[in-house]
């Protein structure tokens, strides 16, 4: 292939897909993908990346936009940087016959869900990029395009799959008006944003989607991306940064941000029944976060009264995390220190983040698990938090 | 006194003065701070904040801002947010003759430098909103001003003293010039930025601060504070945050986004003598921040080939953190895994805030550690950072 032409990108990206992330599993990362040992119980992947082709697409726009995007290109501010792997894919995840990795459900049933025996897989898709645009009518067109694409293009062809409402959070009423739209169905599973913003998500502007997520028993997720792109603000409290590395480092920080927004805002306290999954974000750093805010709080509380619990307490009811990509650790004993200090048995989903560069493979991810631990973050508390139907066949 | 009649001020600050702070300690907080127990060794306490009232500095600005500054005030865009304490400060740190906390040098001796024995003080100072002004050079004005009221002031008054460099941080060239004025005297022994900033410290924009830290082998500091405020970039990734607690929160973030500036841009390639200090943004999320650093660098390298070590070899070379307000632990093994993970032996060095609202008592600011490493936070790795003599007097 061409595209493998450039000896700097496919030297980066064959390294990576040999098993750059979580090496403290100690386990057979070095392994070719299909030679990879197949998990014995089914699983729940929280985040797989389904690519749908802007002609594919263009169809589901009111004539208006089709004839400006055929005029303007699609006017949707990122890229600021540049990514890992293959236009941030994997090398082999790129279909035979053409197309954008993750375009093609056959070689992801393949790849993916058949070999790593995926009980669900929630679909995240790619539209982030909706955010970043001050167009408020346009994002919210575009959004509605995307999730009928997601119902037509992919949760019709396979019962295993669910999907994410993507909305113009841009615009909070209009975003209501879209989750109450495709938020009621069965096979729509949760509302998702980019963690790049303008505001962060605790601010009371955005309520009107907190009430449609509410009405609709909907998760609110927050996947990475995007930061500091278009109208977002800066990807950090320092400024723009100059490498993909720094935003890409710089993302927990964004979700910590969000995070402490919806506690200290009286969120949670407003809607007691709202859920909130942080993607993509990292897990290890929310420790010692956690123990800065609880502390803070204890000091500083007197300035927001209606946070009547500890914000630790708020993150275990409220707060779903995903695992990729989980932070190594010089030992196996830390590891479990701090996934105990993060409620993980109650608040840690397995994902996968298919098909992107630094996908980590349901066998590779983690380092091995007790039992109920293990079957809690790859099935539980995703099966609990979109409550989906308990496994069909019981293995192990 | 007047200002203690609100009783929700009254009320919170109390409570934080009576040891909110690091009660893993489980030592004495609850006792008032005159009962506390001395220590035996002395110590040095990396952050002092004098106070010099603006009468004191005004004489020290050029004629024609004295009279500006008469007319329409100081014009240094801040205080966004309220505070913890009284104005920030410790109620009981106000002088009773009046004048702000940390104002009046017989005080400070009686409460801080004599009652806990601190061989050398490093003074920090309060002139941070001199960095949220657009007015580089109005900027520089202040700061020599600031520089030279530390001399007059508070060098010349007590051995014990040593001052940082303030400089207009906004005008490099500027800045250097400062640096060179000022920098090479011995009682000068940093220079001293804000955290809050246009564009993170790695960025090249900065190098001729940095050629003249080196020049006169001084460390480049980083205190926190000013984050979101005038110039300065939003306090977050997701943009202005509401309440005090959340940009309090968010400024380890910001100095993350620095430290990795500082790597990824190759600054300590550029300038392999240069010592950077991370001050009051917290401790222990540097390691889960670390690990990441390293994770990344694996698979994106490629894109920043002058990073020819580990982040976290950098580091621990180059870098050096200050204790307060240090993160509370769910347990002391965690505590010392996650110190070790800081390289905290040769990193980590004692400070106080003094006489901050949350200042930390040399006594109770952290647990009880091993002798080498009590010694290496409480005075090595400050002595050898600062080039400051050995005790005068061995205790223990």
Redesign the interface.
């Known amino acids: 292939m061409a595209r493998t032409n450039n000896p700097?990108i496919r030297?980066?990206n064959v390294?990576?897909w040999r098993g750059?992330?979580m090496q403290t599993t100690n386990t057979d990362t070095k392994l070719p993908a299909d030679k990879r040992p197949k998990l014995k119980r089914s699983i729940i992947d929280c985040d797989i990346h389904q690519s749908t082709g802007i002609d594919i697409l263009k169809p589901y726009l009111p004539r208006a936009y089709q004839e400006l995007v055929k005029l303007y290109g699609l006017a949707l501010p990122s890229g600021m940087h540049?990514n890992?792997g293959l236009g941030g894919r994997m090398v082999d995840a790129f279909p035979e016959e053409g197309g954008s990795a993750g375009s093609d459900l056959d070689l992801m049933r393949k790849q993916h869900l058949d070999r790593y025996n995926i009980e669900y897989g929630i679909l995240t898709g790619e539209g982030y990029a909706v955010h970043t645009t001050i167009n408020y009518d346009y994002a919210a067109a575009l959004c509605s395009a995307i999730n009928d694409c997601t119902i037509d293009h992919w949760l019709s062809r396979d019962s295993r799959l669910r999907g994410s409402v993507f909305i113009p959070k841009q615009e909070p009423n209009l975003s209501a008006k879209e989750i109450d739209r495709v938020g009621g169905r069965s096979d729509m599973v949760q509302v998702i944003v980019s963690?790049?913003?303008?505001?962060?998500?605790?601010?009371r502007y955005y309520d009107p989607i907190y009430a449609a997520c509410v009405r609709h028993n909907l998760p609110f997720t927050i996947h990475v991306g995007l930061?500091?792109e278009g109208i977002?603000?800066?990807?950090?409290?320092?400024?723009?940064?100059?490498?993909?590395?720094?935003t890409?480092?710089?993302?927990?920080?964004?979700m910590?941000?969000?995070l402490?927004?919806f506690i200290?805002?009286g969120v949670f306290e407003r809607f007691p029944t709202l859920k909130v999954v942080l993607q993509e974000s990292?897990v290890?750093?929310l420790?010692?976060?956690l123990?800065?805010?609880?502390?803070?709080?204890?000091?500083?509380r007197?300035?927001?009264p209606w946070v009547r619990k500890k914000p630790s307490e708020y993150f275990r009811e409220h707060v779903r995390v995903t695992t990729q990509?989980i932070?190594?650790?010089?030992?196996r004993?830390?590891f479990d220190?701090?996934l105990e200090?993060i409620y993980a048995k109650e608040t840690l989903m397995f994902c996968s983040d298919y098909p992107h560069w630094?996908y980590d493979s349901p066998s590779q991810a983690l380092p091995k698990l007790a039992n109920e631990l293990w079957d809690n973050i790859y099935y539980q508390n995703a099966a609990k938090l979109y409550g989906l139907p308990p496994r069909r066949k019981e293995g192990l």
């Open positions: 700097v030297l980066s390294k990576l750059n992330h540049f890992g963690n790049g913003a303008t505001l962060p998500y605790g601010n930061e500091g977002n603000s800066p990807p950090t409290g320092a400024g723009y940064v100059t490498h993909y590395i720094e890409r480092c710089a993302r927990p920080a964004v910590a941000a969000h402490a927004s200290f805002e990292g290890l750093w420790a010692p976060y123990w800065k805010l609880d502390q803070e709080w204890k000091g500083l007197v300035q927001t990509p932070e190594e650790t010089p030992s004993e830390i220190h701090l200090s630094d």
